[in-house]
Each structure stands twice: as C-alpha cells, then as structure tokens.
C-alpha cells in the first residue's frame, strides 16, 4: 500500500524500526521477521481465531489469536503507540493492514499473536486521498533537463496547457529526497537517494512552494526515477499470467509488459478526441492540449475534459494547468478491459531486461494522445514517429502516494 511504510513498526513492550528487524529476518520477505509479520488482510475466519494475512512481497501467512492476543486501531503515519486505541476481533476487515508481533515459525508461515496493530482501509484510504491533495495543490512534476552538482541545483522541464517550462529546484540537505529502485512500482517504494544518483532524463515529482514567477521551486520532498515510456499496439494478452505483448511503436520491436496488483490501467475515452479537438478529425497535433490550434472553436476558454470539469478528464487545465492532472483523473480499467489492437502508453523503471517491462501505469486508447503530443511537421516534412512526442515533458512513471 502507498504511503504506508511507517506501518512496519513492532512492538514487543518497546518500539523498534521495522527496516533494522527486517534486516534479521533469515528470508527475503522484509514483511516477515522471527518477531513479527507485516500485511494486508485477506480472510478472516473468526470461529478457528484465525486471519490470512499478504505482505506486500505476495507471501501468506496465517495468524493465529488467542484469548490474551490485544487489538489496537493505529491511525496512518503514525510511529507510535500514543493514539492507538483498543478494537477487538470483530472490528478487523479484509483489506486492512495488520502488524501481528509473536514469534514467527520457522517456515515463516504461521505467528501465534501476542498483539495485533491494525489500520483500518477506510484510514488509510482517507490519509491517501489527503496526501494525494497535498501533491496536486503544492506539487510540480516534469523530466530533468540539466543539473548544477556543485550548487545542487536540478532543473526540470514542465508542461502545461502553455507549453513547456523550465523550473529550477535546489536540493538543500533538509529535502528528503527519495528514488525509484528498478522494477519497482509504488511510490511508496522510492528509497532514501542524493543529489549524485540524479540523470538528465529522469522523472521527477517534489512536494514543496513555487515563487511567484513560477521559475523556481523551493521543495520539501523531491523523488526521482530513471523510467521508460514506451507506446504500442496490443498484439496478445494473457490475463493468468498479467502479460500483455505489443509492437513498440517508435523502434518496431515486440516488448513484454507485466502488469502486477500495484500497477495502474486507464483508458482514454473515445469521446476525448472530438472534446479536445484532437484526433481524426481534430485540428492535427502539434498544439498544447486544452487549447491553442487545433482547438474548436466553439469551445468555451479551459474548457474540454482537462479544463472545465466536465468529461473525463476532470479539473486540472484550467489556466495552463498539468496534462499529468488530466491523466490522473481519466477513468480505471481492469486487465479484462484490454483488447489486441489496442494502442497503449506505458511507463516502467528501467529494468534488467530492456525486453520486459514492469507497468507502473498503462494507458490505453493513446491515439489522442500521441497525436496531443506529437510535435507538429515543418511543411513538406515527413510526418513524425507516432511515439515521437514522448519526452515532451510528460511524465507518466512517478505516480501520487
């Protein structure tokens, strides 16, 4: 679960850090250590006083109650005990995430609880839902464009419905930066990184204040990510396997995407094209989305699915604001939603295997969008790569927490 590290706290009459308890644990799973487990809920079986619980890393493990096993309700991001409160059994629901302190058996597939530290899904859902707030009201995102290492500053490359625009961001020793580890999906997954692991090219979103002009960024948390962002036609799915294969678009070749429970599928819908003027029929790519050329003229100001809250994308253009907002606001699909022909954006960390990629989010019915993002031909030119416009300056890897 995003956001959701400062969850893994054990208590056993004191408090410890779960990373120095994970780094006990004789096994991979850092959800599980000899003293206690980590997870979300996934059955309840109250007569047998037994729970199912899922670490983030996919291992099951039962935990068994007892009569003299304590419940306590923790809200998010808390570190302590100090506003726990007592809860019983019949309080817990699947979904929620559990901390379980015992001892763990030696197949690390059982612990006998002594005490139980839940967060309910309806707290985290809530605490998610005002970090996400947070982010889009104070935050910025673009792609790195040049780095100053001696004066630490970054600068980024934005885009908006006013086109592209360079932000410089410095990186003070009181930012907590954070990166993207290969094949990782979750922003919560980004760990604690430095000025020095930072490339042109790489994404980034920071939580922080913009000067009045809108040339700086003084931020309080900044995370990175080297990610790829590729565009494709479907050509086979396996939904057992969550694999999807494609034809890239840009350098013809077939490309594997593995979609995992944390990954994040959209689509596009098909009235999107004709509402932002886009598209067959539209007024040609090459112009900022949510106005300029291109547009209808009938159209009022900001307005389309990114600007007047109306359609599907949402608020979020208005007044040159972030076609990343209209993204983020466009509606979720399952794996089942898919369909070969498809045209689907993807974006990944930058793995092992280039021929592979781990879907962070995947877009699908991207015609309107590449040709949004498409830079618009010289006259006479040829026309440009379909993928060509995607290092724009959208960024489609570092999702919200």
Known sequence: MKALCLFLICVTGTLFAAQSLAAQAPQTDPNITPTRVVGEVKAIDSAAKQLTVKTDAGSEVTVILADTTTYSRLPPGE??????????????AQGDRVLASGKTSEDHKSIPARRLVVM????????????RLEWRQRGILGVISALKPDSKEVTISTRSGLGTQPVIIPISDKVDVRRYAPDSIKFSDAKPSEFGELKVGDQVRALGTKS??????????????????VAGTVTAIDAATGEVKINELEKKQPLTIVLKSDSVL????????AMMGRGPGGGGPGG????????????????????????PGGPGMRGGGNINDMLERLPTISTADLKVGDTIIVSSTKGADPTRLTAITLVTGADTLLAMLAPRPAPGAQTPNPAAGLGSGVTFGIGLP
Do not use: C
């Open 79 to 92: 570190t302590t005990l100090a506003k726990a409160t007592d809860i019983t059994l019949a309080d817990i």
């Open 120 to 131: 309910t899904k309806a707290d985290i859902a809530k605490k998610q839902d005002q970090e």
């Open 212 to 229: 009045a002009d809108g040339t700086h960024f003084t931020p309080e948390r900044f995370v990175s990510g080297s990610f790829r962002t």
């Open 266 to 273: 959209r689509r596009v819908p098909a009235e999107f094209g």
């Open 288 to 311: 900022p989305p949510g106005g300029g050329q291109g547009a209808p003229a009938n159209r009022p100001a900001g307005g389309g699915p990114a600007g007047g809250g109306q359609g």
